[in-house]
């Protein structure tokens, strides 16, 4: 078993940084669509008004 992780370690190492990437990518994207937080430009929306029914301070 050691073994195979050693000659496998780049490969392992590179599997890890990807997930680790895609993990805050994904974490970034759900904490952007928590109420409160747009995750566009409002002013150029098409739904501008709309998406912000509560006043926000």
Request: hydrophobic fraction near 45%; include cysteine.
């Amino acid at each position: 078993m050691l073994h195979w992780i050693h000659v496998n370690l780049g490969s392992i190492l590179i599997v890890l940084l990807l997930l680790a990437v895609v993990g805050g990518i994904v974490r970034s994207l759900i904490c952007r669509k928590k109420p409160g937080r747009c995750s566009c430009n409002c002013a150029n929306c098409a739904m501008h008004g709309t998406c912000h029914t509560a006043k926000q301070s």
